[in-house]
């Protein structure tokens, strides 16, 4: 059974920096396009990037380039998105997702595309 699990969602202030972690259990996360979405009180879910199985091409929201980074380590079977110059606008709940029934392919930021989702971890940039 494949589990996903994401981590490491704090409370920091404006300019600060975190990284979350996306684990799973059931699956080798190499093979497969990852997502992190977020989802803000009284949002809509959004994609936050994505990193593609096929290529390890990445992709970001245009409201988090240049401050975001998508990556994965095989070896320990996580993929990890780091946060810098974090703002309140990034105050969300965020999610990491994979998308086991398209290996090899190029990922989107299109939560469709994501079968398997992990429970949260909370962001919370403020003063």
């Known amino acids: 059974q494949v589990q996903v699990e994401e981590f490491g969602g704090e409370s920091v202030q404006p300019g600060g920096s975190l990284r979350l972690s996306c684990a799973a259990s059931?699956?080798?996360?190499?093979?497969?396009?990852i997502g992190w979405f977020r989802q803000a009180p009284g949002k809509d879910r959004e994609g936050v990037s994505c990193?593609?199985?096929?290529?390890?091409?990445?992709a970001y929201a245009d409201s988090v380039k240049g401050r975001f980074t998508i990556a994965r380590d095989n070896a320990k079977n996580m993929v990890y998105l780091q946060m810098n110059n974090l703002m309140p606008e990034d105050t969300a709940v965020y999610y990491c997702a994979t998308d086991l029934g398209n290996p090899f392919t190029i990922a989107t930021l299109d939560a469709g595309r994501y079968d398997h989702w992990g429970q949260g971890t909370q962001v919370t940039v403020s003063s």
């Open positions: 059931g699956v080798s996360l190499e093979f497969y396009n």
């Open positions: 990193i593609s199985s096929r290529d390890g091409s990445t």
